[in-house]
């Protein structure tokens, strides 16, 4: 500050000057050092730090919350992956019993309704069409092979085939091994519950063999 001077004498003016104002004072008409220039700079460059800093402290809680939205989301994600994947976890294993159950009822027989003969319908007290039922099975059951029988189930009036001595039911009506071809025998599918039929020489079919 003691090397800036502290006035130029000017009779006009000569244009703007840096810290420096054209007035008339003790000195005379010039140019007289106020230092406002300096102090509005310094202020400019305090200010500019400070929005500056305020910026980069913004920006670093933005990228902070964003990096612990990321770290969140990705923990989530593995702990669903994780309760999905482990085999010990209660809900995991009741799921599994749950797709086990709907799994076994899939494979299962086309009705789970308990089937019954013309007999057990009588003891329930089922007369409706008693006679005809009867006569109906009759005459189904002397078409059917030795040991095997048929009835209406009384939920879906559907005819059902049993065999008492090996405790067989079926939907499909059993045909009988006299009328197969020599070394020609039937079995049911265990998958899907259908007859089909395989010879000795380890053909099968599920269409009734002519030869």
Not at 23 to 34: A, I, K, L, N, V
Not at 48 to 64: E, F, L, P
Not at 94 to 105: D, E, G, N
Request: glycine share 4%; aromatic share 10%; with cysteine.
């Amino acid at each position: 500050m003691h090397d800036v001077p502290y006035f130029f004498p000017a009779e006009t003016f000569e244009g703007s000057k840096f810290d420096y104002v054209f007035t008339t004072q003790s000195r005379g008409t010039g140019y007289y050092w106020d230092g406002l220039d300096s102090m509005k700079r310094e202020l400019e460059g305090e200010k500019s730090d400070s929005v500056k800093n305020t910026m980069d402290t913004i920006n670093s809680k933005q990228n902070d919350q964003v990096i612990s939205k990321v770290k969140k989301k990705r923990k989530r994600k593995l702990k669903e992956t994780f309760i999905e994947s482990d085999e010990f976890n209660p809900l995991e294993q009741v799921a599994q019993a749950l797709r086990r159950k709907q799994t076994a009822l899939n494979a299962a027989a086309p009705t789970q309704r308990r089937e019954v003969s013309v007999s057990d319908a009588v003891a329930l007290g089922a007369s409706t069409n008693l006679h005809s039922t009867t006569k109906e099975a009759t005459a189904e059951s002397e078409n059917l092979p030795s040991g095997w029988e048929s009835a209406k189930d009384p939920n879906s009036g559907k005819t059902y085939y049993f065999c008492r001595t090996t405790a067989e039911r079926s939907w499909t009506k059993p045909v009988s091994a006299d009328t197969l071809p020599a070394g020609w025998k039937t079995t049911k599918d265990p998958s899907t519950s259908k007859i089909y039929y395989y010879h000795s020489n380890g053909r099968t079919s599920w269409t009734k063999p002519t030869e």
